[in-house]
């Protein structure tokens, strides 16, 4: 097998189960490999440390094992497995009530650069990596053998391969063809996931858990929901009682879908309306308006997609934070969230807090969340955690 083999002292990362070797700690690569290869990473004694898919860029190896085993099918079907049984045994799969949720979430899974959401028979698989795009039709059939209810698998890796590999990916059925029924059952909710078109696998599985416990407080209250989306916070407002809700996003299709998920819950429910609109130019409008809200959800796009982004991704949720606190009325709750990466729990409260203090309004926190179960983080890969969300009572 071709070999990567490190320099001194660079192996205590790998000794701790991180998954990644990065170019710099690299002596030397015997047997030139090509991207997406498979290759065994030895220490600077030659002592076998890991197996991982080589690739182009500053990480240069994601490990997939630390055992020195054959990666063939059968290694690719275990892995399947223990996914599917932890999401069983979380209970996470209830016919008549929940179908949608995440079968693999990368290193969490200690499968990096995979990524497999499941919609009642289908599974959506996206590739982050040119070694797992090259081992699709194995974990295409792998899932569908593990997983009873999956028939289709979806592969959706157009936007999602690095760009330097030469190669074109298409999306499109690897098993099974388009079912009829394009919708996904959430916590006894139905939602229309559009995988063939929709942003990343078509739907925010990650936010299943804060939806819920929103629809606990959302009793009697007004509600802004905004980068809507698909709705989702929308529908279990609705659900938990909510005297009206409103949806805010700059995507006309995501205003579209989030008007059909409201109709097939709550059909014609005049407490819902939309607005196809700019969140910030929303936001103002408000304030000449004199309107308050009750509850606000800000669950904006990762403004960070990498570190020479932060600073102005923290000014970012600073001001977008600032501008709810104007909004909300006194006694009020805000859920806010942000699923950069590359932004800290503590950064990301601390944008929160300078917004709090602009607004010179007493704030309490009543919740601090984080990913689902099913989006776990690999305790060796802390850089997995991602989703940091902070539910604030607002005097
Ligand atoms: N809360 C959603 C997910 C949000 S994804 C859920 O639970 O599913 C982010 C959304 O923000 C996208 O739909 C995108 O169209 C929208 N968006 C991006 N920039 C925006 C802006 N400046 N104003 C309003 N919406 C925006």
């Known amino acids: 097998m071709i070999t990567v083999q490190l320099k001194p002292k660079k192996e205590e990362s790998l000794q701790r189960f991180h998954p990644w070797v990065f170019s710099g700690a690299i002596q030397r690569i015997e047997g030139n490999p090509a991207e997406g290869d498979l290759v065994e990473v030895l220490d600077s004694n030659r002592n076998f ?8 860029g500053s990480i240069s190896v994601r490990v997939i094992s630390f055992d020195k085993i054959e990666i063939d099918s059968a290694f690719w079907t275990k892995k399947i497995q223990n996914a599917y049984t932890m999401r069983q045994s979380l209970g996470l799969i209830k016919h008549g009530f929940n179908n949608t949720y995440r079968l ?38 792998a899932i569908v053998a593990n997983v009873p209810e999956v028939k289709n698998v979806y592969y959706k890796s157009e936007t999602t391969l690095p760009f330097k590999a030469a190669i074109e990916p298409e999306d499109g059925y690897l098993i099974g063809n388009e079912t009829l029924n394009l919708t ?79 109709a097939i819950n709550y059909p014609n429910d005049i407490r819902h309306k939309s607005f196809a609109e700019d969140a910030f130019k929303y936001l103002n409008n408000l304030q000449t308006l004199d309107q308050k809200y009750d509850l606000i959800i800000l669950d904006p796009p990762a403004f960070a997609k990498h570190r020479e982004a932060l600073r102005n991704a923290l000014k970012g949720y600073k001001r977008l934070n600032a501008k709810a606190f104007e909004q909300i009325k006194p006694g009020g709750i805000l859920f806010t969230f942000s699923c950069s990466q590359v932004v800290s729990k503590d950064q990301f409260r601390l944008a929160v807090f300078s917004a709090a203090a602009e607004s010179k309004r007493n704030v309490r926190i009543l919740h601090q969340l984080s990913q689902p179960a099913d989006h776990p983080i690999n305790i060796y890969h802390p850089e997995g955690e991602y989703l940091k969300g902070l539910v604030l009572w607002v005097e």
């Open 184 to 262: 996904a059952l959430e916590n006894g909710l139905l939602f229309h996931v559009d995988w063939l078109k929709g942003q990343k696998t078509g739907f925010f599985v990650d936010q299943r858990e804060n939806r819920s416990l929103l629809e606990r407080y959302s009793a009697g209250k007004s509600v802004l929901n905004m980068f809507c989306y698909t709705g989702g916070f929308s529908v279990y407002a609705l659900r938990g009682g909510a005297k009206l809700v409103h949806s805010v996003d700059s995507s006309a299709k995501a205003i579209d879908l989030t008007d059909k998920n409201v």
């Open 49 to 56: 440390l890991a197996v991982g898919h080589y690739q182009i």
């Open 104 to 141: 693999i979430h990368g290193e969490g899974d200690s499968l990096p650069g995979l990524i497999v959401d499941i919609y009642d028979d289908t599974a959506v698989m996206q590739a982050h990596s040119i070694g797992m795009h090259e081992t699709r039709q194995i974990l295409a059939k």
